[in-house]
């Protein structure tokens, strides 16, 4: 390809990745509206739309409008010929979540286990018989499957593979590698990424916080991990470690972490550590212990009152130390953390405030996310819809 061709192509992606972009926020809108809002000339995104149209990727309606005249033709994302698969692994089992590629939930499925103490092997196995059960309902709703995600807590390098996850007990696991070659499927790529940094996308896109600027998801079902959106961007870093602060030492002579050290946060107050503390052991159906676990603290039960207020100081001081740095607008709850938020808040902004350098925590709000169950596989089919929005079309059918 030459240089010259190459530019035309990267123009052309960038410009079809405007125009999604545009249809995902401001749908139904028309052809006028986009090349407004994008700042592309009207040829441009009548070629561009025709693509989109000829490989049903969006679709036209008609809406009256407040002036005399045919009602406009009006352009609105097509859900109907692709979707994305999103999985995630947690203490709490397996979650399979599938989305059509305007976004909307087609499948949405939990399974208990294999648990913490299965290793690797036997968790790949597990998750590749839920993916392809997936990959088998996806398609016989007669849609294309652009891609699998799957969302780990734990640190993921650039190749998918996962160099640790405490939590899980797991080190250097070429998860992606394993994942793929078991599928047995080239045509639908799989990606790993960070069960957090996964599950603050979802947040960014699709809950009551979208497209805030500086947010930040804290999720502790397993290990303690934050995802980070930093001025509208998600925060990588270098080699894609970002987010860890479970393994930020807060009392150098506490309880053993799974990491090797001693006094993470994520052995003070995760919610394994938070269910170890109160039952004195995690028993082989967490589920049903977090269902027991919030029952009780409903009931005012004291010795889980106190439990829990303990957690909530350790996380106040986790979230002051990423609002030092990174003055985030709002932290979000996640998962376990968002069922119990009512209980843990209390403690949690106490700690904030005395642990943070700015006047008011920084303009900081922690609140409870609205997706306790289902962020990280909701950002991980976003997340296997990047190709897309770069403006990597599938090939036509």
Same mark, same amino acid.
């Given at each position: 390809m030459s240089t010259q061709t190459a530019d035309h192509t990267d123009i052309r992606a960038t410009n079809l990745a405007a125009v999604l972009g545009h249809l995902r926020r401001e749908a139904p809108c028309s052809r006028a509206a986009i090349a407004a809002g994008t700042g592309l000339n009207k040829a441009t995104v009548t070629s561009i739309v025709g693509d989109l149209l000829e490989r049903r990727l969006v679709r036209e309606t008609q809406q009256t409008q407040n002036h005399v005249g045919r009602p406009a033709t009006l352009l609105v994302l097509d859900g109907s010929a692709y979707a994305t698969i999103g999985l995630e692994v947690g203490a709490r089992g397996l979650?399979?979540?599938?989305?059509?590629?305007?976004?909307?939930?087609?499948?949405?499925?939990?399974?208990?286990?294999?648990?913490?103490?299965?290793?690797?092997?036997?968790?790949?196995a597990a998750v590749v018989a839920l993916a392809r059960r997936a990959i088998t309902t996806v398609q016989s709703s007669g849609r294309q499957v652009l891609g699998i995600t799957v969302g780990v807590p734990g640190l993921v390098n650039r190749d998918g593979a996962v160099v640790l996850a405490a939590g899980l007990g797991w080190t250097d696991v070429p998860l992606r590698a394993e994942l793929a070659a078991a599928l047995g499927r080239p045509d639908i790529p799989?990606?790993? !990424?960070?069960? *957090?940094?996964?599950? =603050? %996308?979802a947040e960014h896109l699709y809950g009551p916080y979208a497209g805030t600027a500086n947010l930040v998801q804290l999720t502790g079902d397993t290990g303690v991990g934050a995802g980070i959106i930093a001025d509208g961007r998600p925060l990588a870093g270098h080699l894609g470690y970002v987010g860890e602060i479970g393994h930020l030492r807060l009392v150098p002579d506490g309880p053993a972490c799974g990491c090797g050290r001693r006094g993470c946060l994520e052995a003070l107050a995760s919610l394994p550590a938070i269910l170890e503390q109160v039952d004195g052991s995690i028993d082989d159906d967490p589920q049903h212990q977090l269902e027991?676990?919030?029952?009780?603290?409903?009931? !005012?039960?004291? *010795?889980?009152?106190? =439990? %829990?207020?303990?957690?909530?100081?350790?996380?106040?001081?986790?979230?002051a130390a990423l609002v030092n740095i990174l003055n985030p607008e709002v932290v979000l709850l996640g998962g376990a953390y968002a069922l119990l938020a009512g209980h843990l808040a209390p403690a949690i902004d106490k700690a904030l405030r005395e642990a943070s350098?700015?006047?008011?925590?920084?303009?900081?709000?922690v609140t409870a996310s609205t997706f306790p169950h289902t962020a990280t596989p909701l950002g991980a089919t976003a997340h296997a819809l990047t190709p897309l929005t770069r403006g990597r079309l599938p090939a036509r059918s």
């Open positions: 979650t399979a979540l599938g989305c059509d590629a305007a976004g909307e939930q087609i499948l949405r499925w939990h399974r208990a286990g294999p648990g913490v103490d299965a290793g690797p092997a036997k968790t790949i799989v990606t790993v !990424d960070n069960d *957090a940094s996964l599950g =603050v %996308l027991t676990l919030i029952r009780r603290a409903d009931a !005012d039960d004291a *010795a889980v009152a106190k =439990v %829990l207020a303990e957690a909530g100081t350790h996380l106040g001081h986790g979230i350098i700015a006047p008011d925590a920084g303009g900081c709000t």
